[in-house]
């Protein structure tokens, strides 16, 4: 089998014709990837097509292996067949074992670490959690921290939650339609985005400076011009 996922010419949209993503090639590899991006740039839906829930628009996804996507609701998954793993992670995240197909009661945190108890109990090839830490208190995301250091599989993260993704060694950031590799681990990239953002900061403001002054200039002018005409008519 193999140990990758291929994703060749991508293209995604919104049912509105809004392009999310365009002729996007990928690769996700032994390294566990961080996925970036703005709210609405379409990682969900990304996420959804490359675990196999949607078609793309165009393009294609190559994996043999078994992929799970943990996303945003809070319904159960259909129980794993293995018992005794799915009981060991109920353990991790100290959520007791429901019966199969039942519904998982109790607040948005205990229904959230079933759920990952769920995806890590199924040991599959590709994981990808999309905001995994939504509901979890302290305990339980460092439940989640500790399960994604021990998976083993292939793994995709996507979270606003910067310490899910300090351990992610490579960082794709999706952004105007287009999917970045930035080739750096999570600290390297953050350390990047700090430069480009204080470098992009100064720019505006330099910007905003300039603007400031051809508008002071502009009025300076018009009042000499002002006063030349009204020294004229007073002649």
Same mark, same amino acid.
């Given at each position: ?17 809004? @392009?999310?993503? %365009? ?6 590899? $032994?390294? #566990? ?17 490359? %675990? ?15 992929? $799970?996507?943990? !996303?945003? *609701? ?5 129980? #794993? /067949? ?13 959520? #007791?074992?429901?019966?199969? $197909? ?6 948005? &945190?205990?229904?959230?670490? +079933? ?5 890590? %109990?199924? &040991? ?15 305990? !339980? ?11 083993? !599989? ?6 606003? =939650? ?12 999706? /952004? ?5 590799? /930035? ?5 390297? +990239? ?6 480009? *953002? ?7 403001? =330099? @910007? ?7 508008? %002071? *200039?502009?009025?300076? /002018?018009?009042?000499?011009?002002? &006063?030349?005409?009204? *020294?004229?008519?007073?002649?």
């Amino acid at each position: 089998m193999s140990n990758t996922l291929r994703a060749r010419g991508l293209a995604l949209s919104l049912p509105d014709g809004r @392009a999310l993503l %365009a002729c996007a090639d990928l690769i996700l590899d $032994h390294r #566990p990837t961080a996925l970036v991006g703005a709210n609405g740039v379409g990682k969900s839906r990304l996420c959804r097509v490359l %675990a196999g829930l949607d078609p793309p628009d165009q393009g294609r996804v190559e994996f043999p292996g078994r992929i $799970h996507l943990l !996303g945003h *609701q809070l319904a159960a998954a259909p129980d #794993p /067949s293995d018992g005794v793993s799915l009981a060991r992670w109920c353990d991790h995240f100290d959520v #007791p074992i429901r019966p199969a $197909h039942s519904e998982i009661e109790g607040s948005g &945190g205990e229904r959230q670490r +079933y759920r990952l108890a769920q995806a890590f %109990a199924r &040991g599959v090839d590709l994981l990808i959690l999309d905001e995994p830490g939504v509901h979890l208190d302290r305990a !339980g995301l460092d439940a989640l921290l500790a399960a994604v250091r021990e998976f083993r !599989g292939l793994l995709l993260v996507v979270s606003h =939650q910067p310490e899910i993704l300090a351990g992610a060694e490579r960082v794709l950031e999706l /952004s105007a339609g287009r999917l970045h590799d /930035s080739a750096l681990d999570f600290a390297a +990239y953050r350390r990047q985005r700090t430069i480009e *953002q204080a470098a992009a900061a100064r720019a505006l403001a =330099q @910007a905003k400076r300039e603007l400031a002054q051809r508008r %002071a *200039q502009r009025q300076s /002018s018009r009042e000499r011009a002002e &006063g030349r005409a009204a *020294q004229g008519r007073r002649a």
